[in-house]
């Protein structure tokens, strides 16, 4: 029979191990991926940005070369990401599959005008550059308009930086959430064993001696968690790298690391300090009070 209470006592304590184990790999497992999120947002706003069109309209009457002459100067200009020629024939195509019939056979001729499609680098997403950039255009002899929103670059630039707040202070309520439930965890761990702290203490044991071993096991739980957290990012960025693997991949070996860094560090560290003081309180508490 005590044989039996002996083996259920421990394998309470080790569940006890495991459930904080487990509940604290899912709070880094949160916190890391908020951390690669607020490292992608500068990346996600680049990449908003550099996916708008703006269209140069060409002369109807341009001839291919020039019109590609001009792509290749653009090519060329520093706000340019990436161009395309969309030739009248092109045009033409890609209208009557998005209208389901064929217009041209309507009208016996082909209205569209040649242009050239732009995606601009994030730094030049704004107004005020588009405005400078549309006046210089317009100086091509092959250029009859460039077309381009105002109110959607503007609405771009706004949500952009609204994204950016809201991750931001969602991050530092989910890290402050995070840090409460980690510490809660851990004290409950602690506050199971109070009669083995304050027993140590009553036989002569030091405050040291006896906040050494419930340190280093803190240490340990905080390394299996981080790396199990660390494990788990890394398989999401592998399910979700398909679709998004412009802002998030493997291969971003910097920020995986910075991030993997940071939730090691993260656990370990929140372990060790929560630890230290709730094991510090039991110390502290006389034999009376450790019953409340």
Do not use: C
């Amino acid at each position: 029979m005590p044989l039996d209470s002996n083996q259920r006592a421990v394998w309470r304590m080790r569940s006890s191990f495991i459930s904080s184990i487990i509940s604290t790999t899912f709070v880094l497992y949160a916190l890391g991926l908020l951390g690669l999120l607020l490292i992608n947002v500068d990346r996600l706003s680049t990449y908003v940005k550099e996916n708008l069109s703006f269209s140069i309209v060409l002369r109807e009457d341009v001839r291919n070369a020039d019109a590609e002459f001009l792509r290749k100067t653009l090519d060329a200009s520093p706000y340019v990401k990436e161009s395309e020629f969309i030739s009248k024939e092109r045009a033409a195509q890609e209208l009557k599959e998005a209208l389901g019939e064929d217009f041209l056979a309507l009208l016996k001729y082909n209205p569209l005008s040649p242009s050239i499609e732009l995606k601009l680098h994030a730094a030049w997403t704004n107004n005020d550059s588009l405005q400078a950039i549309s006046a210089s255009l317009m100086n091509a002899p092959q250029v009859t308009e460039v077309h381009y929103e105002p109110d959607l670059v503007d609405l771009v630039n706004t949500n952009v930086h609204k994204l950016s707040s809201i991750i931001l202070a969602f991050s530092l309520i989910m890290s402050f959430i995070a840090l409460v439930l980690i510490n809660n965890t851990i004290r409950i761990s602690i506050y199971a064993r109070r009669f083995i702290i304050k027993t140590m203490q009553l036989v002569g044991a030091t405050a040291a001696f006896v906040q050494r071993p419930f340190l280093l096991r803190a240490v340990r739980h905080g390394f299996y968690a981080a790396f199990l957290a660390i494990g788990l990012i890394l398989l999401s960025v592998w399910f979700i790298q398909e679709d998004f693997a412009t802002l998030v991949n493997l291969h971003q070996y910097g920020v995986l690391t910075l991030v993997s860094i940071f939730v090691l560090l993260l656990g370990i560290t929140i372990n060790l300090v929560t630890t230290y003081f709730a094991v510090g309180k039991y110390l502290r508490l006389s034999e009376g009070d450790l019953y409340y």
